[in-house]
């Protein structure tokens, strides 16, 4: 599996835009990026995912560079209910496409 | 919308006790697996199944057995508890193991072996 860099925490306030990236130099071409994060005492949740365009949901955007080595996912108006770890993973076709590969993910912390 | 739902939320055993962990998915999905997670190791795969009948073993699959009879339940059976088997389990569900594919996790049981 392609490997992800994260910061390991973030801090952010209140109602203010939060941007998270990612780094994943060695992505090929059939590699999806995807992220999840994981409330304290909760099972991971799925935040978004693309291939190569950009990508909107009701919980997220997720901005991936025109060389696909790179990623960030953007909370618009982040909220105390945003404090998580979040996971960037990629998952290509094939192989070991059948399992998620977390790694240690960026800690998000909000202030109030 | 109940989606994948993990049973019991937290258990206690005493080493060589047996247990199943439920879990149910009422999404359809034909993709089920089984992750443990322990502090600084992340998830790891244990067992997971593509479809009803079919399982096979993922990254630390040793002392744990799975069958899928229904498409909507993925039991997991610990078969003589050890303490290295204290840890937080987390059932995921999907359409199909396309990379494309969300994957729906349950909230975990907390399994403490004694």
């Known amino acids: 599996d392609a490997k992800t860099t994260q910061p390991n925490s973030m801090e952010s306030n209140e109602e203010e835009p939060v941007h998270l990236p990612c780094n994943h130099s060695?992505?090929?071409?059939?590699?999806?990026i995807h992220w999840y994060r994981q409330l304290p005492s909760q099972g991971p949740e799925y935040v978004i995912h693309?291939?190569?365009s950009n990508v909107n949901n009701r919980m997220a955007s997720l901005a991936i560079a025109e060389d696909r080595k790179s990623s960030t996912l953007i909370l618009h108006r982040a909220t105390l209910r945003d404090a998580a770890v979040y996971y960037c993973?990629?998952?290509?076709?094939?192989?070991?496409?059948?399992?998620?590969?977390f790694g240690k993910g960026t800690l998000l912390t909000v202030n109030p | 919308n109940a989606g994948v739902t993990q049973t019991p939320k937290f258990q206690v055993l005493k080493t060589g006790q047996s247990m199943t962990l439920q879990c149910a998915q009422d999404?359809?999905?034909?993709?089920m697996s089984w992750y443990r997670q322990d502090p600084g190791m992340g998830l790891r795969l244990i067992h997971y199944?593509?479809?009803?009948?079919?399982?096979d073993q993922g990254e630390v699959p040793n002392g744990y057995n799975v069958s899928r009879s229904t498409t909507e339940d993925f039991p997991l059976r610990l078969l003589s508890a050890a303490p290295s088997q204290t840890s937080v389990y987390f059932c995921?569900?999907?359409?199909?193991?396309?990379?494309?594919?969300?994957?729906?996790f349950g909230d975990g049981t907390r399994l403490s072996i004694l």
């Open positions: 995921a569900s999907s359409r199909n193991r396309e990379s494309n594919q969300p994957q729906h």
């Open positions: 993973i990629l998952r290509g076709s094939g192989g070991s496409n059948y399992k998620l590969t």
């Open positions: 199944s593509v479809g009803a009948g079919i399982t």
């Open positions: 060695t992505i090929s071409g059939t590699d999806y």
């Open positions: 999404m359809n999905h034909e993709y």
């Open positions: 693309g291939l190569t």
